[in-house]
């Protein structure tokens, strides 16, 4: 406490000396800063405040924190903590002095006890969104700690400080581990959206978003419900997303599905460099095309009926499949459009309806693996490949 004081006090010189803020007037503006915030600064929390936004920061050249263990901690007590994050809570809006903000609780444990990091706005956002994870180690530094309801709080303010001293890898959870009742946390790949959805239950409307999601073990069906279900739309198709705290359900067609309940989280880590591909993980689990459903994701296998048209500029053709369900249409490009040719690489000087005109003959009756996408009734193509053998 004393330290963080005499550190606020040296602030407080600082402005006079460096930028001329006399007593009245720092009183002015810290009284100003408050009022920013609804209340919600000390005063010292404050003068950090008005003395950051006025370019006097602190000596560079501070000593190694003091940990106190979370069990030592007292109401009022002006601490640093060192510890493993235990859950990062969803994230909430409230409303206060007519000011609306958002606040996020993370759980912090060290060897002999836990306690809730309280976070605001910015800092809760950028926590809740990614930046603090299950499993992370982090230093909590000059925070303030609270007796709460559920227990010891720990609030930074403006003099506070966060730091995330070690980055938790892969998470532990596997697809294949998912059973009825059990707690999940773990990494899985997107390979199919299926969007949001509204319901009603109790008289009370709600939204939930499915996907299939996969790993190295296993495929699954990815069930959000509200809050994670609101962030559906910003789960990409064969993005890699987190999943803490989750729960395996048995699905009413017997099979296990992996649930995101209020007190879970999602987040996305984008395409994940070497987390297993959509096509490792799909292996020759191949579908009807029958089962695909608009936006759906898939990889069907199919047998090649006839190449329908090739565009005269770029690497672009339509083509018809059929496999168990029926026919239909599909749209390839790029490398899709090569493969369904089984050619690597062509010269540019060599054009799409040349290629067509020396193998397109012998294409049909051939079956392939094909994965994309149902557009508007057209599948179209991101992958193609001949069926391997014994697939």
């Known amino acids: 406490m004393l330290g963080f004081l005499s550190r606020a006090e040296a602030l407080r010189g600082r402005l006079l000396r460096e930028k001329g803020v006399g007593a009245e007037a720092l009183a002015r503006l810290v009284r100003e800063k408050q009022g920013e915030f609804a209340g919600l600064l000390s005063g010292d929390a404050a003068v950090y405040a008005v003395a950051k936004g006025l370019g006097v920061e602190e000596d560079s050249c501070e000593p190694a924190p003091e940990f106190t263990q979370i069990s030592g901690l007292s109401d009022g007590m002006r601490a640093s903590v060192r510890g493993t994050v235990g859950r990062v809570h969803a994230l909430k809006e409230f409303s206060r002095n007519g000011r609306t903000g958002r606040v996020v609780r993370i759980s912090i444990e060290d060897s002999g006890a836990a306690a809730q990091l309280v976070l605001w706005d910015r800092e809760a956002e950028r926590a809740h969104a990614g930046g603090l994870a299950k499993g992370d180690v982090v230093e909590v530094l000059e925070a303030t700690a609270r007796q709460g309801i559920s227990g010891m709080e720990l609030e930074l303010g403006m003099a506070g400080s966060l730091k995330r001293v070690s980055q938790m890898g892969r998470a532990a959870g596997r697809i294949s ?22 319901f009603s239950r109790g008289g009370k409307d709600s939204v939930f978003a499915s996907f299939t999601v996969g790993d190295e073990t296993g495929l699954a069906r990815l069930v959000l419900w509200e809050p994670a279900a609101l962030l559906a739309e910003k789960i990409g198709a064969d993005s890699v997303v987190r999943v803490e705290d989750g729960v395996g359900r048995l699905g009413r067609n017997g099979a296990m599905e992996l649930h995101v309940g209020r007190e879970g989280r999602v987040t996305v880590l984008g395409s994940a460099p070497g987390f297993a591909g959509k096509r490792e993980i799909l292996g020759c689990k191949a579908r009807l095309f029958g089962e695909v459903g608009e936006g759906g994701q898939a990889l069907v296998k199919a047998r090649l009926k006839e190449i329908v048209s090739v565009a005269e500029g770029g690497r672009r053709a339509r083509a018809v499949f059929s496999d168990g369900s029926g026919e239909f249409r599909a749209e390839l490009a790029g490398d899709a459009f090569l493969s369904l040719f089984m050619v690597r690489g062509v010269a540019p000087d060599i054009s799409s309806r040349t290629l067509f005109s020396l193998k397109g003959a012998r294409l049909p009756g051939n079956e392939f693996l094909v994965f994309g996408r149902l557009e508007g009734g057209v599948f179209a193509a991101e992958e193609v490949e001949p069926v391997p053998a014994g697939c």
Do not use: H, I, K, T
């Open 177 to 198: 581990g998912l059973s009825e009742g059990r707690g999940f946390d773990g990494d899985v790949r997107v390979l199919e959206r299926f969007g949001a959805r509204g």
